[in-house]
C-alpha cells in the first residue's frame, strides 16, 4: 500500500514525501481510514510504529477545509494531551513537519517552565494543541485555553499517563471537551487501567492491536550476557570497547544508576548524555539534542525519561538493569530496529535477574541469545543476593573468580 491509496490530500503526501516515508506503517494503514471517517479508535501501539502520523495525518486532513486567513480567531479544533514534555515537544514537532504545506497553526504547552510564552502563543490563536495535563488543566482555569471547539480529542501514551497518576485529570480534559468529539486512544499497553478508562469514555471505539512484541522480536537481533550484578560496569565497558559500533542508548532503573555509570563512563573517557527525572527539562532536553546530533554517541536514562522519545537510527540498546516487566524490555529494545533497520541489544543478566528473562522470553516467545564468550561470566552455581530480615547485611552469592578479587560493592 501506498500513502495515495490512503485518499491523503496532496500538501499532505508531499510532506510525507519530503520526510523520505516510502509507504505506510500497519498503525498507520489501519488507523488513518478509520480517523478520516470520525471513527474513534483505541490503538495499542508503542513509538516506533509511526503512531504519531496515524494520527496527525488525518488530523491535519480534517481540519483542512477548516483554515482561516487570520491567526486571531482561531479555536482550538484538535486536542492532543500526553504525559511527558519531551513527548509533547516531539509529537509538536511532527505536527509542524506534516502540516508544513498547510496553514493550520499548531501549539505546544507543557509544565515546568514560564507560562508566559505559552500564553502569548496561545492568544494569537491555534488549531491544533499538544499538551501535557497539568499545565493544560492550568491554563483552562485560568481561561486561556478555551476547550469548547475540540473536535478530535488524542490522547497518546495513555497507560504512561495513567502510570504517572494523571487519570482524574484526563477525565477532567476529556469532560471539558464537547461530548460530540471524536477520541483516539494510544497506548503501548492496554492494562486494567486503561481499560476502566476506556470503559469510562470510549464505550464505541474500534480496537486496532499492533503487536510491539513480534516487530521488536523481529527486527532486534538481541543478546543476553550473565554476569555478577558487580561486575556489570566492567562488561558494559568491555562491550563498549569491543563490540558495540554507532550509537546507544543504555537503560537503567534508576536515576542513582544512571548517574553512577555515567560517571564510570566519563571516567573512562567517553562521551556521555544522560536522561532522568531529577534533571530538569532544559537538561533533559539539551542531553537529548546532544545524542541526536551525534555529539555524543552514548545516552543513559530511566525508562520514564526514554519513555516515547524517538530516536532515529539508534544503533544499539543495553539493558544494564533487566527491567522485572517484560513488556518494559519489548518497549527498551523497539527503540532500535525502527522503520526496517536492524538493530542490537545487550542485555546484562545478573543472578537476581535471572527469573526476569524467563517472562521476557515468554511474552516474546523467543529464546534470547546467550553470549557466553565474555570475560566477566556469571558462575553457574552463583545464588541470587538476597535481603536478610532488618538490620542484617545482603546474603552474598558465590563470586566469580575476577569478582573475588574485587572488594567494593557498587551497587
Ligand atoms: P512514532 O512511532 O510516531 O514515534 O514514529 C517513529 C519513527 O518512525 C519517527 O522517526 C517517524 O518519523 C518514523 N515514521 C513514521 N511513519 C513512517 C513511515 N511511514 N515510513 C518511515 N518512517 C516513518
Not at 554517541?297 to 530516536?311: C, N, P
Not at 553470549?371 to 552469592?397: C, E, I, N, Q
Amino acid at each position: 500500500m501506498n500513502f495515495k491509496e490512503l485518499k491523503l490530500n496532496k500538501p499532505l503526501l508531499r510532506a510525507v514525501a519530503e520526510k523520505n516515508y516510502n509507504a505506510p506503517t500497519p498503525v498507520q494503514e489501519i488507523t488513518i481510514p478509520l480517523v478520516l471517517e470520525g471513527k474513534d479508535v483505541i490503538v495499542s501501539a508503542q513509538t516506533g510504529t509511526g503512531k504519531t502520523a496515524a494520527y496527525a495525518l488525518p488530523i491535519l486532513q480534517r481540519l483542512f477545509h477548516k483554515q482561516e486567513s487570520t491567526k486571531k480567531g482561531r479555536k482550538i479544533k484538535a486536542l492532543v494531551v500526553c504525559p511527558t514534555r519531551e513527548l509533547a515537544i516531539q509529537i509538536h514537532e511532527n505536527f509542524l513537519d506534516y502540516g508544513t504545506h498547510a496553514s493550520l497553526i499548531t501549539a505546544v504547552i507543557y509544565g515546568g517552565t514560564a507560562m508566559e510564552p505559552q500564553i502569548a502563543e496561545l492568544r494569537k490563536g491555534v488549531d491544533i494543541l499538544v499538551a501535557t495535563p497539568g499545565r493544560l488543566l492550568d491554563l483552562h482555569k485560568q481561561d486561556i485555553v478555551n476547550l469548547d471547539y475540540v473536535e478530535t480529542l488524542v490522547l497518546d501514551e495513555a497507560d504512561l499517563m495513567l502510570d504517572m497518576g494523571f487519570v482524574e485529570d484526563v477525565k477532567k480534559i476529556e469532560r471539558l471537551c464537547p461530548t460530540g468529539k471524536q477520541t483516539l486512544l494510544f497506548s503501548a499497553t492496554i492494562p486494567y487501567k486503561v481499560v476502566q478508562l476506556t470503559n469510562s469514555i470510549l464505550q464505541n471505539a474500534i480496537k486496532i492491536e499492533i503487536s510491539p512484541t513480534s516487530l521488536a522480536a523481529a527486527r532486534v537481533h538481541q543478546l543476553l550476557y550473565y554476569t555478577p550484578i558487580h561486575e556489570k560496569i566492567q562488561l558494559c565497558l568491555h562491550l563498549l570497547k569491543h563490540s558495540i559500533k554507532g550509537n546507544v542508548l543504555i537503560f537503567r532503573r534508576t536515576k542513582y544508576g544512571v548517574d553512577k555509570l555515567e560517571q564510570s563512563l566519563l571516567k573512562n573517557q567517553y562521551k556521555v548524555e544522560t536522561l532522568h527525572g531529577g534533571k530538569s527539562q532544559e537538561e533533559r532536553l539539551e542531553a537529548l539534542n546532544r545524542f541526536k546530533n551525534k555529539e555524543a554517541s552514548i545516552l543513559i536514562a530511566t525508562d520514564v525519561a526514554a519513555r516515547g522519545i524517538d530516536i532515529e537510527q539508534l544503533d544499539n540498546v543495553i539493558n544494564f538493569d533487566l527491567p522485572n516487566i517484560p513488556e518494559t524490555y519489548v518497549h527498551r529494545i523497539g527503540r532500535t530496529g525502527r522503520a526496517g533497520q536492524s538493530g542490537i541489544s545487550y542485555s546484562l543478566c545478573a543472578a537476581e535477574e535471572k527469573e526476569y528473562v524467563a517472562s521476557i522470553q515468554k511474552l516474546m516467545q523467543k529464546q534470547i541469545v546467550v553470549v557466553t564468550d565474555h570475560p566477566f561470566p556469571l558462575d553457574p552455581t552463583a545464588k541470587p543476593m538476597v535481603h536478610k530480615k532488618k538490620g542484617s547485611k545482603y546474603r552474598k552469592g558465590r563470586k566469580s573468580e575476577a569478582s573475588k578479587k574485587k572488594k567494593k560493592r557498587w551497587y
